[in-house]
T-cell receptor, first 112, second 111 residues
Framework: DGGITQSPKYLFRKEGQNVTLSCEQN?????MYWYRQDPGQGLRLIYY???????QKGDIAEGYSVSREKKESFPLTVTSAQKNPTAFYLC???????????FGDGTRLSIL | GENVEQHPSTLSVQEGDSAVIKCTYS??????FPWYKQELGKRPQLIID?????GEKKDQRIAVTLNKTAKHFSLHITETQPEDSAVYFC??????????FGTGTRLTIIP
């Protein structure tokens, strides 16, 4: 969906380095999500946020952090505590009240 | 928490035949079941969804059925075409705020 922009498309991280993945939406969606996708696996929820300045841990939050200072932005930081960060990261957004989630194009993170 | 199992992991069908992908879920509170299609290197795209107050939903060649008692739901694609080749994911959740995804089915349509 053109309304959800993730950047960069590819990202490389050195050992011990924090990196931040950007996710911006112009759909006026209330909720935003971060998922991790590994080969042969489904999407696993890292963090989600339903309103500004509030967010909840998903199933695999360890080693990640997020912020939600603006409705349209939900950046994800992969910290050095995440020992296996190589994956495809997908951001999604939706209206509240049982509306479908729409995804961005993803960021592929690799370790140098 | 919710646990979603998806089968098969790979599926090959002749062009024009039907394809069926099945998912089971564990949490009886789940009431929203979307299906996503993901082509290689691209974003997942919603193709159809169903809520627990209906048993079946159709959209052209695609249909989804839900059995709440057995806690399973299925995706049916009829008259398959080469462009149907992709990975398909099911998901389940209470509302859509927190979805649990299956591990995906790689569907290959054989011309």
């Amino acid at each position: 969906d053109g309304g959800i922009t993730q950047s960069p498309k590819y990202l490389f991280r050195k050992e011990g380095q924090n990196v931040t993945l950007s996710c911006e939406q112009n759909l006026n969606h209330d909720a935003m999500y971060w998922y991790r996708q590994d080969p042969g696996q489904g999407l696993r929820l890292i963090y989600y946020s339903q309103i500004v300045n509030d967010f909840q841990k998903g199933d695999i939050a360890e080693g990640y952090s997020v912020s939600r200072e603006k409705k349209e932005s939900f950046p994800l930081t992969v910290t050095s505590a995440q020992k296996n960060p190589t994956a495809f990261y997908l951001c999604a957004s939706s209206m509240l009240g049982g509306q479908p989630q729409h995804f961005g194009d993803g960021t592929r993170l690799s370790i140098l | 928490g919710e646990n979603v199992e998806q089968h098969p992991s790979t599926l090959s069908v002749q062009e024009g035949d039907s394809a069926v992908i099945k998912c089971t879920y564990s949490d009886s509170a789940s009431n929203y079941f979307p299906w996503y299609k993901q082509e290689l290197g691209k974003r997942p795209q919603l193709i159809i969804d169903i809520r627990s107050n209906v048993g079946e939903k159709k959209d052209q060649r695609i249909a989804v059925t839900l059995n709440k008692t057995a806690k399973h739901f299925s995706l049916h694609i009829t008259e398959t075409q080469p462009e149907d080749s992709a990975v398909y994911f099911c998901a389940a959740g209470e509302g859509n705020e927190k979805l649990t995804f299956g591990t995906g089915t790689r569907l290959t349509i054989i011309p």
